[in-house]
């Protein structure tokens, strides 16, 4: 699984003439660390309690331009932005009960049908989220 690398995120913030700053990188490896799939407020609580002065705007731009430059996902779960650094194509899991996200192989899910678009359209790719129980919660 290709996930969000420090080195390419250190080469991508130098070559854009950014500083590599100790909250930028204490975001990348806390995102690195994450299994899941965290909100911009998981993030900054995260970094917050290592540097106390890390501001929600940091966390807030630092995410974005990340999205922004390919190296983190964003999906929406019931209106709440959560990031992932999965960067491999998949899907997603969200159990209803617990609201936990879970990555499901891209390969796992049918091929997309061919359907009706517009004239010149062409499909890149597409995202699936599944939605249910998760098994700790099928089994409660």
């Known amino acids: 699984m290709k996930r969000l690398a420090t080195q390419d995120v250190t080469d991508l913030i130098r070559a854009r003439g950014l500083k590599l700053t100790p909250q930028r990188l204490a975001i990348v490896e806390y995102l690195q660390?994450?299994?899941g799939h965290p909100?911009?407020?998981d993030v900054w609580k995260a970094v917050n309690a290592k540097f106390p002065m890390a501001s929600?705007?940091?966390v807030y731009n630092t995410l974005n331009w990340l999205k922004e430059n390919g190296q983190l996902s964003e999906?929406?779960?019931d209106g709440v932005a959560r990031f992932d650094p999965n960067l491999d194509p998949h899907h997603h899991f969200v159990c209803r009960r617990c609201g936990r996200v879970e990555d499901i192989d891209?390969?796992?899910v049918a091929p997309w049908p061919q359907c009706?678009?517009?004239e010149r359209h062409l499909i890149?790719?597409?995202d699936v989220t599944l939605r249910g129980l998760c098994a700790i919660c099928a089994a409660s």
Do not use: H, S, V
Request: aromatic share 10%.
């Open 56 to 58: 929600r705007a940091t």
């Open 106 to 108: 891209y390969d796992a």
């Open 75 to 77: 999906i929406q779960q």
């Open 116 to 118: 009706a678009l517009p």
């Open 33 to 35: 660390a994450c299994p």
């Open 124 to 126: 890149e790719g597409f």
């Open 39 to 41: 909100t911009a407020e």
